[in-house]
């Protein structure tokens, strides 16, 4: 292992792989059998207590291990057997493939992928957001190795179940991952290593899924992370060329409806985005509901409105401005299986929105401090540097958008009158578990929720 200084915050979260020092350690058949030895020592030495080694710098685990180490310890994980799988039935995994947008880029991931994980005996895998093993290709005799381990199409990979692995680590971590022989939780996998990378709907950052490359550590090479985060990244860039040419094809069918409209309308696709607009300013996304119907429905940014189907979309006609309603009861859920959503009550009932990792971590910071955060300060909790204002600034005007009327700056803060109700994991390790923001790691760790850090 590395002997640089360990990063105790667990390093930025992002597209950049956290897992360089095991990759530069692994180059030889020599330095993989001391690494996997001096691991292994160490996982015994963390299994013996309950906290993980406070001064062994030489042989402390990198910071996205021991983070995980950490979740899978207070989750009471077993290390000789993880928890107890319960796999999908046939019907519900082919249900999930069908519905993943995942499905229409296995061809990328395949054709990127698989070539090389054949020829190093490895497999490749890919699965939900859940954490569910939705498809499984690559060697037979590797995939044989992979069933002893439970490992097959139709499992639950996540950390609460099977503990520390590249898969279950860049869900929470939301980057890649390589989790290398003993950084494994169950002993059972210690012969095995991965490389994991998230994948995300590239129009709004949504976690969609993982694709994974496993097998024998042995035959692992120090550059396969790499590969999987690029073909990660060509996936997503698929996605963002289908997204276009879709928008682009409701546009051509919406544009001879919009020319005969007075007033102000849209033409959105099924999840909000706008292909085309008359009578005003074009919005990015408009909030639809999950399951739209045809007929009136009440939006929050435009208040009440007309939906009407439209090839591929909806027509939304815009009703007369209605004065702006009063401030609302506001839901900030952090503990919830969907992942973290406010929900704001609204005239016609209450509406929605899933958060964005780095959404969720400035809504949590102005709930918990309710008089209001500057930029520079808000700059400091979240990346623990002041001068990064204008990332700030650009995110919460992005949250405003959504949450017109509920959020207020100068500070940024709740709007005035807004009662809001926040809902943390019942567990305080599981709070935003992918931040890396000090002042989410602070309240994570002591248990409480603080103020600034």
């Keep these: 292992m590395s002997d640089r ?3 105790r915050t667990g390093g930025r979260t992002g597209d950049r792989p956290t897992d360089r020092p095991v990759e530069s350690a692994v180059r030889s058949a020599q330095d993989i059998r001391e690494t996997s030895r001096r691991l292994a020592g160490l996982h015994e ?35 000789e057997r993880g928890t107890d799988q319960h796999p999908l039935s046939v019907a519900e ?10 499905a229409s880029i296995l061809p990328v991931l395949s054709g990127g992928l698989l070539p090389t994980a054949d020829a190093a005996q490895q497999i490749m895998v890919v699965t939900d957001a859940e954490g569910r093993v939705l498809w499984r290709e690559g060697s037979a005799p590797i995939r044989r190795m992979a069933d002893r381990l439970g490992f097959d199409k139709g499992a639950d990979w996540t950390e609460g179940v099977v503990g520390t692995n590249a898969i279950g680590t860049a869900l929470v971590a939301r980057s890649p991952v390589l989790v290398h022989s003993a950084e494994h939780f169950l002993r059972s996998h210690h012969q095995w290593t991965c490389a994991a990378a998230p994948l995300h709907d590239p129009r709004d950052g949504r976690l969609l899924g993982t694709v994974d490359v496993s097998g024998p550590a042995p035959s692992f090479h120090p550059t396969t992370l790499a590969l999987v985060s690029a073909v990660a990244r060509l996936a997503e860039g698929e996605l963002r060329t289908r997204h ?39 919005p990015d996304r408009v909030a639809l509901p999950k ?15 007309t939906l009407e189907p439209l090839p591929g979309g909806w027509l939304i006609r815009l009703g007369r401005p209605e004065p702006a309603p009063g401030p609302h009861p506001v839901v900030l859920d952090l503990g919830g299986a969907d992942g973290p959503v406010v929900t704001v009550a609204g005239p016609a009932g209450s509406w929605s929105h899933a958060l964005t990792p780095r959404h969720a971590e400035l809504l949590f910071l102005l709930a918990v401090h309710p008089r209001g955060r500057s930029a520079a300060e808000l700059a ?34 709740f709007a005035d009158g807004v009662q809001v109700e926040l809902r943390l994991p019942a567990r305080p390790v599981e709070l935003l578990p992918h931040s890396t923001s000090p002042a989410v790691l602070a309240a994570r760790r002591s248990g409480a929720v603080v103020g600034p850090v």
Excluded: N
């Design 45 to 79: 030495v963390t299994l013996t207590g309950d906290h993980l080694p406070a001064d062994v710098p030489r042989d402390a685990p990198r910071a996205v291990i021991g983070e995980s180490w950490r979740r899978v310890l207070d989750r009471g994980v077993d290390p």
């Design 380 to 413: 400091r909790d979240v990346f623990g540097d002041g001068g990064r204002t204008v990332t700030v600034r650009a995110e919460l005007s992005r949250l405003r958008r959504h949450l017109a009327g509920v959020l207020a700056h100068r500070p940024y803060r």
């Design 5 to 7: 200084p360990i990063d």
């Design 93 to 102: 995994l082919e249900h999930r493939r069908q519905k993943s947008q995942l």
């Design 291 to 305: 399951a739209p119907e045809a007929g009136p429905l009440w939006l929050p940014r435009y208040g009440m409105c």
């Design 244 to 282: 276009h040419a879709s928008l682009e094809r409701l546009r051509a069918s919406a544009a001879p409806i919009l020319a005969r409209i007075g007033g102000r309308a849209l033409a959105v696709d099924p999840h909000g985005w706008t292909a085309a607009v008359t009578g005003m300013t074009p």
